[in-house]
T-cell receptor, first 112, second 116 residues
Framework: NAGVTQTPKFQVLKTGQSMTLQCAQD?????MSWYRQDPGMGLRLIHY???????DQGEVPNGYNVSRSTTEDFPLRLLSAAPSQTSVYFC???????????FGDGTRLSIL | AQTVTQSQPEMSVQEAETVTLSCTYD???????LFWYKQPPSRQMILVIR??????QNATENRFSVNFQKAAKSFSLKISDSQLGDTAMYFC?????????????FGKGTLLTVNP
């Protein structure tokens, strides 16, 4: 019973590098989302998707790209990493947007 | 845009006692959902309770209950018979119901410590 799986769990990047954070869910959920969590800031929505082929911006989308080619996968791409993107990233999914979200275990990303 | 405010950055409570965490929100919407999520030191985000704004009855889940005051835009969480395992960061969250804007907005959180 995997639920929402995020990889990697930890990553260190250099400024300017690019990378993709992976998120997969096996619950056939339509809604998926990415958040970042910074100290004292709570969780902030980066991008979300209401189904395959449909994505939209959240509160803090700059510097991140997403795509949703399948129901199961929702990768988050950092195009050119910056120190301000050092954070813990959470992926979440739910059966529908209004339903409670299931969260992955998070990815701790450090950018030097 | 919606905002969610948790005015208590930290709270503590003795084991077996009751504690209430505050949450207020600002919105012009009439139909929406409110949530409380718990994040223990393991970093997992766990749903505690969900309230639909059109329902007047306050939601309850075992030892957890809410006091939902729609006119006051207040959504507090009461934890009864606190247990050591309740030690966690608690986040209040808001989502508009319907339309095409499916954004979950979180408060900054309240760190709750349950003392033995």
């Amino acid at each position: 019973n995997a639920g929402v799986t995020q990889t990697p769990k930890f990553q260190v990047l250099k400024t300017g590098q690019s990378m993709t954070l992976q998120c997969a869910q096996d619950m056939n959920h339509e809604y998926m989302s990415w958040y970042r969590q910074d100290p004292g800031m709570g969780l902030r929505l980066i991008h979300y998707s209401v189904g395959a082929g449909i994505t939209d911006q959240g509160e803090v989308p700059n510097g991140y790209n997403v795509s949703r080619s399948t129901t199961e996968d929702f990768p988050l791409r950092l195009l050119s990493a910056a120190p301000s993107q050092t954070s813990v990233y959470f992926c979440a999914s739910s059966r529908a947007a209004s339903q409670p979200q299931h969260f992955g275990d998070g990815t701790r990303l450090s950018i030097l | 845009a919606q905002t969610v405010t948790q005015s208590q950055p930290e709270m503590s409570v003795q084991e077996a006692e009751t504690v209430t965490l505050s949450c207020t929100y600002d919105t012009s919407e009439n139909n929406y959902y409110l949530f409380w999520y718990k994040q223990p030191p393991s970093r997992q985000m766990i749903l505690v309770i969900r309230q639909e704004a059109y329902k007047q009855q306050n939601a309850t889940e075992n030892r957890f209950s809410v006091n939902f005051q729609k006119a006051a835009k207040s959504f507090s969480l009461k934890i009864s018979d606190s247990q050591l395992g309740d030690t966690a960061m608690y986040f209040c969250a808001f989502m508009k119901r319907g339309g095409s804007n499916y954004k979950l907005t979180f408060g900054k959180g309240t760190l709750l410590t349950v003392n033995p």
